[in-house]
C-alpha cells in the first residue's frame, strides 16, 4: 500500500462510500442482495447461539459484563442468549468473540475471511441503543457493512504482503453501519472510518493456524473497533482517513460500488471448520455415500489441496480451535459420522476411537493446480484405499455452500434448526426463523426480534 499519502480533504472515493452508506434505500436494494441478507443474518445467529457452548464464548461474555460495563450515562445493550448488559464496544467484542470461535459463518472468497461475524454483533449493538430500527432498515444496515468491509478486504490484500486476519477490515463495516444508525454527518463519518482502519487488528492469519487459540480470525477486536471508533468520532476524537477507501492504489475497489452486490455472493459454511478443509469434507460425504462405507473398510485416506489447506493440523485435536483449524480430522470425522457438526468440533468427541484412527491414516499433499485456482476455488480430490484393495477417487471437488451455486434458503433454514437447535428450544428457534425471514415486510420490527434473542438458553 502507498505509504504515505497526504489527503486533508476527503477523496471522491469517500464521498462515493458516504453517500452510499447514508442514501441507500431499502427498495434500491435488488431482491437477491435482500434475500441474502436475510439468510446471512439467520444464519450468524444460529452461529452465535451454538457459538454460546464453547468456552471462548463464556469468557468473552464475562469479560465484557465485567471490564467492558457501560459507564454512567453510557448506552448499554444486552448480550444475545444471555441477557446481561455491556457497553456497546463490549456487546462488541463478546458477541463478535463467540461467533468467531464457531467457524460456521459467512465469507466471500476473495477476501479470505469474514464479515458477518463483525457486522451482526454491530448492528445489534447499535439497534439496542436506537429508539427505534425497522426490519428493512436492519437489513440495509447489513447490506451497507457486507458491501463496504468486503471492498476494504480487497484493498488490503491487494496493497499489503501480509496474510491478515479478518478483524483487520470487517471494522470498517462496523463503522459504516453504526454511521448510517447514528446519523453521523460526512466529516464525522471519515474519522471514524480512519480510526477504525488504525486500530483494527492487522493480525497474522498464519500464525493463528498454526498456533490454533481463541484469537481466531481477529474479528473479536475487529468488531469493538469499528464500533468504538463511532463512539469516539462523535465526541470529536479525530482520524484522517481510511487508506483502504481513500488512497490512490485502494481506487479499484470502490468503483463498483452500489452496482456489483457483493453480500449476494458470499458463502455460507455447512460445517464448522476452516472453509479451506469444507472440498474435502463435501468429498468424504459424497463417496461414503455413494459407496455405504464404513470407518472400518477404509485403509488409507489421501487429500489432494492447496497450500493453505494442506498447513492445517494433521493429528488428532486437544481443543476446539485445533479442531477447527484441521484437516484430517473433519475429514475422519466425516467418513466415520457421516456429517460434520458443532459435536464433532468439541472435546466430546476428541477420544472417538473410530475418527481417531481414521485421521491416523488421513494424508495430505499439494495439488499445483488447485494451489493455482487459489483463492477463486477452494479445491480438493479425495482418494481411499480400502482393505479390500479397490480405490476410490472423489475427482476434482469445489466447496459446497456456495458462492457458485449459491445455498438454497431451504439449506440455509436447516443449518439455523441445526445450531440454534443445539442450545435453544423448538419453539424459539421457529419464533426466531420467522422474525428474521420476515425482516423485509413493511411493518416488521427489528428490535422485535433483539427481545427474542437476548434471554438465555432453552426458553
Same mark, same amino acid.
Given at each position: 500500500m502507498t505509504v504515505m499519502q497526504n489527503l486533508p480533504e476527503p477523496t471522491p472515493a469517500f464521498? +462515493?462510500?458516504?453517500?452510499?452508506? *447514508? $442514501?441507500?434505500?431499502?427498495? &434500491?436494494? !435488488?431482491?437477491? &442482495?435482500?434475500?441474502?441478507?436475510?439468510?446471512? /443474518?439467520?444464519?450468524?445467529?444460529?452461529?452465535l447461539a451454538a457459538g454460546g457452548k464453547l468456552e471462548a464464548g463464556r469468557i468473552a461474555r464475562d469479560h465484557a459484563v465485567t471490564h467492558w460495563a457501560a459507564g454512567p450515562g453510557a448506552p448499554a445493550a444486552r448480550l444475545l442468549f444471555d441477557g446481561r448488559p455491556a457497553s456497546l464496544p463490549g456487546f462488541g467484542f463478546a458477541m463478535a468473540t463467540q461467533l468467531d470461535n464457531l467457524d460456521a459463518h459467512d465469507g466471500w472468497q476473495p477476501s479470505k475471511g469474514h464479515a458477518g461475524a463483525a457486522l451482526l454483533p454491530a448492528l445489534c449493538a447499535f439497534a439496542e441503543d436506537a429508539a427505534a430500527v425497522a426490519g428493512r432498515e436492519a437489513l440495509a444496515a447489513m447490506v451497507v457493512g457486507y458491501e463496504i468491509a468486503y471492498r476494504a478486504a480487497a484493498a488490503l490484500h491487494a496493497t499489503v504482503a501480509d496474510y491478515h486476519t479478518?478483524?483487520?477490515?470487517?471494522?470498517?463495516?462496523?463503522?459504516?453501519?453504526?454511521?448510517?444508525?447514528?446519523?453521523? $454527518?460526512? *466529516? /464525522?463519518?471519515?474519522?471514524?472510518?480512519g480510526i477504525a482502519e488504525y486500530h483494527a487488528p492487522r493480525s497474522q492469519m498464519m500464525r493463528e493456524i498454526a498456533n490454533p487459540s481463541m484469537l481466531h480470525d481477529g474479528t473479536g477486536w475487529g468488531a469493538p473497533t469499528g464500533i468504538t471508533a463511532v463512539l469516539i468520532a462523535e465526541e470529536g476524537f479525530t482520524g484522517g482517513c481510511a487508506a483502504t477507501i481513500e488512497f490512490d492504489d485502494a481506487a479499484f475497489a470502490w468503483a463498483d460500488l452500489g452496482h456489483n452486490w457483493l453480500t449476494a455472493q458470499q458463502y455460507i459454511k455447512p460445517y464448522p471448520v476452516c472453509r479451506w478443509v469444507h472440498a474435502p469434507i463435501d468429498a468424504a460425504l459424497r463417496l461414503r455415500r455413494e459407496h455405504a462405507l464404513t470407518a472400518e473398510m477404509i485403509d488409507r485416506v489421501e487429500v489432494a489441496t492447496f497450500v493453505y489447506a494442506a498447513q492445517l493440523n494433521g493429528g488428532v485435536p486437544n481443543s476446539s480451535p485445533v479442531a477447527q483449524y484441521s484437516l484430517a480430522w473433519p475429514v475422519a470425522a466425516a467418513l466415520a459420522r457421516g456429517y460434520v457438526g458443532v459435536d464433532e468440533v468439541m472435546e466430546g468427541s476428541f477420544s472417538d476411537p473410530t475418527i481417531v484412527g481414521l485421521t491416523g491414516r488421513t494424508h495430505v499433499q499439494v495439488d499445483a493446480g488447485f494451489e493455482a485456482a487459489y483463492p477463486? +476455488? *477452494?479445491?480438493?480430490?479425495?482418494?481411499? /484405499?480400502?482393505?479390500?484393495? *479397490?480405490?476410490?477417487?472423489?475427482? &476434482? /471437488?469445489?466447496?459446497?455452500?456456495?458462492?457458485? !451455486? +449459491?445455498?438454497?434458503?431451504?439449506?440455509?433454514? &436447516?443449518?439455523?434448526r441445526a445450531f440454534a437447535g443445539t442450545v435453544l428450544s423448538d419453539d424459539r428457534v421457529a419464533e426466531i426463523e420467522a422474525a428474521v425471514l420476515g425482516l423485509d415486510r413493511p411493518a416488521a420490527n427489528f428490535k422485535s426480534l433483539l427481545e427474542l434473542l437476548v434471554g438465555g438458553w432453552q426458553n
Open positions: 464521498e +462515493q462510500v458516504a453517500i452510499f452508506t *447514508r $442514501d441507500l434505500g431499502f427498495a &434500491a436494494i !435488488p431482491a437477491e &442482495a435482500v434475500l441474502a441478507a436475510k439468510l446471512l /443474518t439467520l444464519d450468524l445467529i444460529g452461529v479478518s478483524g483487520a477490515w470487517n471494522a470498517l463495516g462496523c463503522a459504516a453501519i453504526g454511521a448510517r444508525l447514528r446519523g453521523l $454527518d460526512e *466529516r /464525522t463519518f471519515r474519522n471514524a472510518l477463486a +476455488q *477452494r479445491l480438493a480430490r479425495l482418494g481411499i /484405499t480400502l482393505k479390500d484393495g *479397490r480405490v476410490l477417487d472423489s475427482g &476434482a /471437488t469445489e466447496a459446497s455452500g456456495g458462492p457458485d !451455486p +449459491q445455498p438454497s434458503e431451504a439449506e440455509v433454514v &436447516a443449518k439455523f
